[in-house]
């Protein structure tokens, strides 16, 4: 998943955090843009919530609720967009915020929403393409193996360097197995054992 730190590295000076500090590396499932009382209906949490500030205007008991709210919601973090609803970041906000555990970001003035929307989308894409990628690689690297002469051996070893573990092939009629890394001829007796406890109920069950 996107985590809040890549999607703040991503932004640059356009999504800072409000105190200088460092911006958690934190899971993020989405970027939500409200300007609602209570936004959470909406949430299923893991988002980074962006207002102007609207739902705060009030004293510090609606900032305060507001706040819990959001953070009892699992909302990972709340993006204070600056020159629309307010100029600068309340007192109570942070104080609130600090309390909850909420990180409290702030995007300055004329930058708009979306461009945090898009460039979250982005990294959720270049993901997605890195993992398509490897799946791709993997199986190209398998068909590769099962084409050569020793094809057995050869899958065994892609298998086993794919999931950086190891990967064994046991035929089912007793026949010699097929290991890797040669180490792992040390579970071959328990395999064994348990593959053969499995076989008595029916080829269909292993």
């Known amino acids: 998943m996107i985590t809040l730190w890549e999607l703040c590295k991503r932004m640059g000076d356009a999504l800072l955090s409000v105190d200088g500090a460092g911006v958690p590396r934190v899971d993020l499932t989405g970027v939500h843009i409200s300007e609602l009382d209570d936004p ?8 980074l919530l962006l207002t102007t500030g609207i ?11 507001y706040v819990s709210r959001l953070a009892a919601r699992g909302v990972v973090a709340l993006g ?10 309340p007192a109570e906000l942070r104080a609130a915020c600090a309390s909850a555990g909420l990180t409290l970001l702030v995007v300055p003035a ?7 929307s898009r460039a979250y989308w982005g990294l959720v894409g270049k993901t997605e393409q890195a993992d398509l990628a490897s799946s791709l690689a993997l199986q190209t690297s398998l068909a590769r193996a099962a084409t050569r002469p020793q094809a ?3 899958v065994v070893q892609a298998l086993a360097n794919a999931l950086s573990g190891w990967a064994v092939s046991l035929p089912a009629d007793g026949s010699a197995e097929t290991y890797w890394p040669p ?12 593959t053969a ?5 029916g080829t269909h069950t292993a």
Do not use: K
Not at 40 to 47: K, N, R, V
Not at 55 to 65: A, F, H, N, Y
Not at 110 to 116: A, L, Q, R, T
């Open 152 to 154: 057995v051996a050869a």
């Open 55 to 65: 739902p705060l205007v009030g004293d510090r008991t609606s900032v305060r609720d």
């Open 183 to 194: 180490i792992e001829h040390r579970t071959l007796p328990q395999l064994r054992e348990e």
């Open 40 to 47: 959470t209906p909406y949430l299923e949490g893991g988002e």
């Open 80 to 89: 204070l967009g600056l020159g629309a609803g307010t100029d600068d970041i």
């Open 197 to 201: 406890r499995l076989g008595l109920t």
């Open 110 to 116: 004329g930058i708009p929403f979306m461009h945090i």
